[in-house]
């Protein structure tokens, strides 16, 4: 079953069993998909439908740290629902183990040396680890190992 199947689906169920947050985040998350293909023209397909929900995820977790630093635990707890809502449709995370591994085979792929070749890794990577893995933490470690 496609994503946006399994989200029209589980958005059904939600209304039937009277879940109204988790109905909202659903809403949210097929809204976003519906926002892009409409001012794209397009019919979004799975890497591109994580990466809406990969940018929604990325969203909710720098409010979350806003939301903390003002003292609004309230509203962080909130965002942290809809983060436990949206990873649900993501695959699962890499290992420690597998990102190294990945960024490794990266690394040699592109003949990557330096910092200068950082942009043709991330691209590989982006591809690679697509909704699987924090690309900020990605990005981390590829600077560490080329710097």
């Known amino acids: 079953m496609s994503l946006k199947a399994r989200l029209i689906e589980d958005m059904k169920n939600a209304m039937r069993s009277g879940d109204k947050p ?28 994580l990466a809406v929900l990969e940018k929604m995820l990325k969203q909710r977790r720098d ?3 806003q939301y903390e630093a003002a003292g609004r635990e309230d509203l962080a707890e909130v965002e942290r629902f809809e983060i436990g809502v949206i990873e649900t449709y993501l695959p699962a995370p890499l290992s420690e183990a597998e990102l190294s591994a990945l960024i490794d085979v990266a690394i040699t792929e592109t003949g990557a040396e330096s910092m200068r070749d950082m942009g043709k890794v991330m691209a590989l990577l982006k591809d690679r680890a ?7 933490e990605v ?9």
């Open 63 to 65: 409010s979350v740290s």
């Open 22 to 49: 988790r109905l909202g985040v659903i809403r949210l998350i097929n809204a976003a998909i519906k926002q892009r293909e409409v001012d794209e023209r397009i019919e979004l397909d799975e890497p591109q439908v």
């Open 130 to 136: 697509a909704g699987r893995a924090d690309m900020s």
């Open 139 to 147: 990005s981390k470690q590829l600077k560490q190992r080329l710097g």
